[in-house]
């Protein structure tokens, strides 16, 4: 069990702490499936939309699990988390319900959806240049002179275990069914989510083959796996996907993927469009352009998903501008 969440690296001892803990906090999002999506990629596939999640997307699993935690001398200080968005809102909500105050430093970029749905659950935002500033040092600074509580969104091993619980929820739900994947694909940033769920599949489906999910252009947890060290992004680079544009991988994330994920594939941003539009007109579901992403590497190389079976793939997230989501749908979805 985890005794001090920046070093040690979660068990699935800990995700099921954490799934106790998230006990009528957090949605236990379903097991979807699509005719058009299977016959699209000729192999049976199952969806976890995690959009639907509280928040819109998977963050508040991983929020909860950490913040629920600090001592009850050390709630009045606060907490302060650094977030494009959808970290930032699972940290905001969390403080809300437990009646404690936020300070979320967001890139002044961040699509104004996340800004203000973070602002609309009581957070302070301290918007940053994300080329020219430290978003890790602004939030030091305020953890420093207030004697708030950091909230990390992906190296810190209660973070991860929360998020974890989606991973254990589906591979629960597919045993249930009689069902194993060959396949999972996730996508990741700093790689919270794609850890946790890894860690549950390694004790509930060790047979299924975990692949990340990644924008073109920040391919950085690809190209680590490859060199077998961190490898961190070339500064500057833009993409579509706000959420997925960690710099590189978390050093704790980093010990589970080199354990557990087998490799991985890039979405371009077009192929993230067309993912959202194939979402939205065949599933039904509004995808974000990073909660898209597991779907566009799953549309765009169907022929190898397909050879090994029964596909699962998580879609992270739902929160997106009007005006992106309209880009998008506006597109045909791919065939």
């Known amino acids: 069990m985890i005794t001090d969440p920046l070093r040690d690296l979660p068990t699935f001892a800990d995700i099921e702490d954490a799934a106790l803990r998230l006990k009528g906090i957090i949605v236990h999002t379903p097991l979807l499936r699509s005719d058009a999506l299977d016959a699209a990629v000729g192999a049976p596939v199952w969806i976890k939309p995690e959009m639907l999640q509280?928040?819109?997307s998977f963050k508040m699993r991983g929020a909860w699990n950490r913040i629920s935690r600090i001592p009850d001398a050390d709630r009045p200080k606060g907490v302060v988390a650094f977030s494009s968005g959808n970290h930032a809102q699972g940290v905001a909500e969390t403080a809300k319900v437990l009646g404690m105050k936020a300070t979320i430093v967001m890139p002044s970029d961040a699509p104004a959806a996340k800004i203000e749905?973070?602002?609309r659950r009581g957070a302070e935002v301290r918007l940053y240049d994300r080329i020219n500033e430290s978003r890790e040092a602004i939030s030091a600074e305020i953890a420093a002179r207030s004697g708030a509580t950091t909230i990390r969104p992906f190296d810190d091993s209660w973070i991860m275990a929360g998020q974890g619980t989606a991973g254990r929820e589906a591979a629960l739900d597919a045993a249930a069914m009689g069902v194993t994947f060959g396949s999972l694909i996730c996508n990741a940033s700093g790689g919270g989510l794609l850890g946790g769920v890894a860690v549950a599949f390694e004790a509930l489906s060790p047979s299924t083959d975990?692949?990340?999910?990644e924008p073109k252009g920040h391919d950085d947890l690809i190209r680590s796996l490859d060199a077998k060290k961190?490898?961190?992004?070339?500064p500057g680079v833009r993409s579509i996907a706000d959420a997925l544009m960690s710099p590189e991988p978390g050093v704790l994330a980093f010990e589970?993927?080199?354990r557990r994920v087998k490799g991985g594939f890039t979405a371009s941003n077009d192929q993230l469009l067309d993912a959202m539009s194939f979402a939205f007109h065949h599933l039904k579901l509004v995808a974000e352009p990073g909660g898209a992403n597991a779907l566009a590497v799953l549309l765009n190389n169907r022929a190898h998903f397909a050879s090994r079976g029964p596909v699962l793939i998580v879609l992270s997230g739902g929160n997106v501008d009007a005006e992106m989501f309209a880009k998008a749908i506006a597109r045909p979805p791919p065939a």
């Open 210 to 213: 975990v692949y990340v999910a």
């Open 54 to 56: 509280r928040t819109g």
């Open 117 to 119: 749905s973070t602002r």
């Open 256 to 258: 589970i993927h080199k």
């Open 230 to 234: 961190i490898v961190a992004n070339a």
